[in-house]
RNA sequence: GCUCCCUUCGUCUAGCGGUCUAGGACGCGGCCCUCUCAAGGCUGAAACACGGGUUCGAUUCCCGUAGGGAGCGCCA
């Protein structure tokens, strides 16, 4: 038997962080076992699904690099097919007209509450003869429930789940316009597509006993079920937006690498021993839904990002480049950067890319290290900069400047070597040389290696920078009167 | 309130009755490296929620308690 998976999101947002790894989740299973994932848009609260969502959810997926198989599936467009099966019940005597007024059932749903019972509706139209209906009133269908027994779900996570049937009441299949609920719309379109696994949030459990009683009207097999425990946030609650329950859409304007995302959210309630490293062929060969905790896993943006640098680390310089090119449209400076991206600059950037990657955990790090390459002179000096930047150490810049004008030809061993040199000459440590040069070059106090720093900027480039700041001490002593 | 689910270091987790003086990872502390910041190496602190059973023996099995979570719509 072949697999068959599906993620079915409702659209009515963004693609958030839990539904990217039902996605993944379902995704890693189909491909592990050479199935398909199917991808299903809920669609059916017309009040509520919008295009801009759908758009959001497919745009999401393909970030991350989750594909699905065949054509997107629309679940609004299958009512037809719903309704048919609803009535196919009505005729088999599985499915009832109930003429219940809302009124009425709200008073049922009080009336339970206060009891402590869990069964709202109670079943007064399930014996109840059509004649007897209240005139004008368009009955909703029910399914004709089991009374007596158990319901049980067999779960590949949370293992056998057990349901009284006296706890469960007769549920709308049909609404009273004619439209299916959710509960007839997924068992039918479970079925017709073909599902073999349902792998989805806990907060699905209780719907799952539900719709074993519609599957077992129908004479449906059931799907195996898979109830993955839902993502909390750092405190231990429900996921908000304060936490990280964002589109993917933020991951990505946060420089966050969709391996890096995958990897973090497979073992977020996944293990495989103590591996928590995976290339996407590993997550596929080895995943799978009896290593999925039962117990929430809460968001750590901490281990993302320390994941996120490992991934930053080990991408290749023209990839990542590329990345933070592709980013551009989605940050808030984006468009000012694109607009310096010159073939040279690139080559710049390319040529800086292994320092810079090593220092940065997102690939908003990268461009903010690269700030230094994409300065223009004269370069403002941050608050440490400036600081650093005392009369003496400006002095000093002069003259290590005037050593380094006779450095030829430019790399990192001459200059290096004509720094060490000038330290060692004034009996100064290389730091104290360093630092100032850092500041001046690129007006902070932290940077990739000064050699590498020069040799990226250049001789001319270099030495100008050196200027300024020097030939700031004149104008500053001049106007303060000490000169 | 009712139904269902969950409970190992701060966090993600390994563990599926003896191998546990409980392992790994992130984070945190220290040391090394070092021109800064990282990266890297070494190293330290840090957990079986509680109470009963079952058993020769429980982190592992059962039952309670406490604490979390999900669901309880003619929403999905």
Not at 106 to 135: F, I, S
Not at 459 to 483: F, Y
Request: with cysteine; glycine share 8%; hydrophobic share 40%.
């Amino acid at each position: 038997m072949t697999v068959v998976t599906r993620f079915a999101p409702s659209p009515t947002g963004f693609l958030h962080i839990g539904g990217a790894r039902t996605a993944l989740f379902n995704w890693l299973y189909a491909r592990g076992r050479g199935g398909k994932m199917h991808l299903r848009i809920e669609d059916t609260d017309r009040e509520r699904s919008t295009q801009a969502a759908i758009d959001a959810i497919l745009d999401g997926l393909s970030w991350l690099g989750i594909e699905w198989d065949g054509d997107t599936i629309y679940q609004f467009a299958r009512s037809a097919r719903h309704r048919e099966v609803a009535e196919s019940l009505l005729a088999s005597g599985n499915a009832y007209y109930c003429y219940a007024s809302p009124e009425e059932l709200t008073q049922m749903r009080e009336a339970a509450r206060a009891a402590g019972r869990t069964k709202l509706y109670d079943g007064r139209w399930r014996d109840r003869d059509a004649a007897e209906a209240p005139p004008g009133v368009k009955p909703t269908i029910r399914l004709k429930a089991p009374l007596t027994g158990e319901t049980v779900i067999e779960d590949q996570v949370q293992g056998r789940v057990v349901w009284q049937n006296e706890n469960l009441d007769d549920l709308v299949l049909l609404r009273s316009d004619g439209t299916p609920t959710y509960m007839l719309a997924v068992v039918v379109d479970d079925h017709d597509m073909g599902v073999t696994h349902v792998i989805r949030g806990d907060d699905h459990l209780t719907n799952a006993a539900r719709q074993k009683q519609i599957y077992d009207a129908l004479g449906w097999p059931v799907p195996v079920m898979a109830h993955t425990p839902l993502i909390h946030g750092p405190d231990g609650s429900k996921l908000s937006k304060r936490h990280g329950a964002l589109g993917v859409d933020a991951y990505r304007a946060m420089g966050y690498l969709p391996a890096a995302l995958r990897n973090y959210l497979v073992r977020l309630g996944w293990s495989h021993g103590d591996q928590e490293i995976f290339s996407t062929a590993e997550m596929i060969a080895t995943f799978d839904l009896p290593q999925i905790g039962r117990s929430p896993a809460r968001f750590d943006f901490a281990k993302l990002e320390s994941l996120n640098g490992h991934y930053i680390r080990q991408s290749d310089d023209a990839e990542l480049l590329a990345a933070i090119e592709r980013l551009l449209p989605h940050i808030a400076e984006g468009a000012t950067l694109a607009a310096k991206m010159t073939p040279a600059l690139r080559q710049q950037l390319l040529a800086a890319m292994p320092s810079l990657k090593e220092r940065a955990k997102t690939l908003l790090d990268i461009i903010d290290g690269a700030h230094f390459l994409l300065a223009d002179r004269p370069i403002s000096l941050d608050d440490k900069a400036t600081a650093l930047l005392t009369s003496e150490a400006r002095d000093l810049l002069g003259d290590v400047a005037a050593e380094l004008g006779k450095v030829e030809p430019w790399t990192n061993e001459a200059t290096e070597h004509a720094v060490r040199g000038f330290a060692e000459q004034r009996g100064a440590k290389l730091g104290a040389v360093a630092q100032p040069l850092r500041a001046a070059l690129t007006g902070r106090t932290t940077s990739p290696g000064i050699f590498e720093v020069l040799s990226l900027l250049g001789k001319a480039e270099s030495l100008a920078r050196l200027a300024d700041q020097a030939a700031r001490r004149d104008t500053q002593d001049a106007r303060s009167g000490v000169g």
